[in-house]
């Protein structure tokens, strides 16, 4: 892909920048039979402890082929009226692709962090009611919800100028952010 130029290396940390050809995976990955599994077969050739990959907040072609890749995956949500309703997409998409046997297992769920959390807003707790509602119908687990991300101004400046948000040590966000990849790798077991 286009992509392949810009690729970023530092200290064994390799970083694809994405391509307007994954707006349309058909595209990307061709007419190809089963293109659900065509990022797994990919992946496998390469060595590598993690690989991360970063898809689309919906459950297009893209994301799927994405989940059917992976091990194990992670969900940021807001708390808005339906922001919850993504992750169980996720689940039910899951479940489709067992019956399917597109998967032979379902990847872990390492769980999810709720983004952008304003706690004096009407939509974080109408959210916050909604989550706890999920919880006691046992579709997550207390322990799954990471942590709470509050919305800050360099993480909307960041989106907004196209830029990434720097890692700076002092900074409570990124200590936050650090904080889900940190569960993340305790989870999964990864020893680096």
């Known amino acids: 892909s286009s992509a392949a130029s810009d690729v970023y290396k530092r200290q064994g940390l390799h970083i694809l920048a994405g391509s307007s050809l994954l707006d349309e995976p058909e595209k990307a990955f061709g007419h190809r039979k089963n293109i659900e599994t065509v990022l797994k077969r990919m992946l496998s050739k390469l060595e590598y402890d993690l690989i991360i990959i970063d898809t689309p907040a919906n459950m297009g072609l893209m994301t799927q082929i994405s989940l059917v890749a992976s091990d194990a995956y992670i969900s940021p949500s807001e708390l808005e009226l339906g922001g919850l309703d993504g992750v169980m997409k996720i689940f039910n998409k899951i479940n489709n692709f067992l019956d399917e046997e597109v998967l032979e297992a379902s990847p872990k769920f390492v769980g999810f962090f709720l983004t952008k959390v304003e706690p004096r807003t009407k939509e ?47 900074n409570p966000i990124c200590k936050l952010y650090a904080k889900v990849f940190t569960r993340s790798i305790k989870v999964l077991g990864i020893k680096f």
Do not use: H, M, V
């Open 124 to 170: 974080y707790r109408i959210g916050k009611k909604q989550l706890e509602g999920l919880i006691e119908a046992k579709a997550f687990k207390k322990k799954d919800l990471i942590l709470e991300i509050p919305k800050a101004a360099d993480s909307k400046e960041a989106r907004w100028f196209a830029t990434t948000l720097q890692f700076n040590r002092s």
